[in-house]
């Protein structure tokens, strides 16, 4: 992981802090102004040299504060989408690394593996962005093959239900899903979880998040291997 790799060099000591943008429990708004002002108290007598924004939202998160958080220090981010020039150019710089998700790899998986599918039901909802957009390219080769729905509907009693009325015939891609807000959140690996045992036919995955929640299997995404 990350830390192991900045203390593999005893002789080069790295002093590494780790801080965490909830947003798969928190609002994304109350997660982010509750992050600034936490990490404007805790640091500001220690500059930070580099920042590393592990997923797009921890690096929207620095993007989004690059002079009251982290003025003199360079991003490395590492993103499912490619980091445009501006904040390349912008401040100290950034620059990293993509991890492409395995969204097309998984389904044509699913389908070698079950050939006779004729439904593919697509979970894909995220409450900060739109991943549909993000998710249908990739999916638009398959459907001269067969029917794909995709569900964004932010209800997990209707997602469930869904569920559990699909087919035979049909398989499950999960993709993302989530609850933040309520007295009871639900991350994606709880929902995953949920998913799989609501539901009758199989169901695949793109993160490695989501094994052993039930999942068959699937091309799953790891950070860690980024």
Do not use: W
Not at 177 to 195: C, F, I, K, T, Y
């Amino acid at each position: 992981g990350i830390k192991e790799s900045l203390h593999s060099n005893p002789a080069a000591p790295v002093a590494y802090f780790n801080e965490y943008l909830e947003t798969d429990r928190l609002p994304v708004e109350a997660a982010s102004a509750a992050l600034s002002t936490y990490i404007q108290q805790k640091y500001a007598s220690r500059p930070i040299d580099v920042v590393i924004a592990v997923a797009d939202p921890g690096f929207q998160f620095v993007r989004q504060h690059p002079a009251d958080l982290f003025p003199s220090a360079p991003i490395v981010a590492a993103t499912a989408s490619l980091v445009d020039s501006r904040p390349r150019t912008e401040g100290a710089g950034a620059t990293g690394v993509t991890g492409r998700v395995g969204y097309g790899s998984t389904l044509a998986l699913a389908l070698r593996l079950q050939p006779s599918t004729k439904r593919v039901f697509v979970i894909a909802y995220a409450p900060t962005l739109n991943l549909v957009e993000n998710v249908r390219p990739e999916l638009l080769s398959f459907a001269q093959r067969v029917e794909l729905t995709y569900f964004e509907e932010p209800s997990i009693d209707r997602l469930l239900a869904a569920v559990r009325a699909l087919p035979a015939g049909s398989i499950v891609l999960f993709v993302r899903h989530s609850r933040e807000e309520g007295p009871n959140p639900l991350s994606p690996a709880d929902v995953a979880r949920l998913v799989s045992e609501a539901s009758s036919v199989p169901v695949y995955g793109v993160s490695n998040v989501s094994m052993g929640t039930g999942i068959v299997g699937g091309m799953l995404a790891s950070r860690e291997q980024i």
